[in-house]
């Protein structure tokens, strides 16, 4: 098992608290498209569930694209995201990983259970039936990229970053502070 594996998992339940708390926040703007109709149309509540993973996956890409280049939860778990040549991630490839690792997932668990509230399971619908054949084994391929190898998950192979231990006492600069420095 990859010496970073159980790290990266703890930062990524971490991190899920905040994700969370962004879906919670959307809660009454989805209630309200409800409370208009829009529960009516399968395909409109899929687009609005996608709110969510989009604002994670931003969120995720502008934390590791910063001075920082971690995550509240990689920061707590002394690990951070860079390139495969040592630098900081640009916001785009930031936003690439955290795409695939966040929005890419947790969109397809909403088309499953979306699809299931709709009767998808009961009528065969491709989009439901599709969705949770490609749900399952790619969670199933991030965990195992993680655990083995060289530990890049699926998602920082696409992005061609890689997380590493953050030394302890190597001091975490920010954007002014290195551009200050000598």
């Known amino acids: 098992m990859h010496p970073l594996f159980w790290p990266r998992v703890r930062a990524y339940a971490r991190d899920a608290v905040i994700y969370l708390g962004v879906a919670a926040a959307t809660v009454p703007v989805g209630i309200a498209l409800s409370t208009a109709g829009i529960g009516q149309s399968r395909m409109a509540v899929i687009g ?9 996956a931003l969120i ?6 910063d001075g920082r280049r971690d995550t509240w939860g990689k920061r ?3 690990v951070t995201v860079g390139t495969r040549d040592g630098n900081r991630p640009t916001f785009g490839v930031a936003l690439l990983r ?4 966040i929005t890419l997932p947790w969109q397809l668990g909403h088309i499953v259970t979306i699809g299931a509230l709709y009767g998808g399971f009961e009528t065969s619908d491709p989009l439901t039936l599709a969705a949770t054949a490609v749900l399952y ?4 391929v991030q965990l195992w990229t993680c655990a083995r190898g060289e530990g890049h998950g699926l998602h920082d ?8 231990r953050r030394p302890e006492d190597r001091p975490v600069r920010t954007h002014e502070e290195a ?3 000598p």
Request: overall charge positive; cysteine-free.
């Open 76 to 78: 707590a778990e002394h």
């Open 137 to 140: 084994p790619l969670i199933g």
């Open 98 to 101: 955290n795409l695939v690792k």
């Open 48 to 56: 609005v569930s996608s709110v969510p993973p989009l604002l994670a």
């Open 60 to 65: 995720a890409a502008r934390a590791e694209s």
């Open 179 to 181: 551009a200050l420095a």
């Open 157 to 164: 192979r696409l992005a061609r970053t890689a997380v590493s």
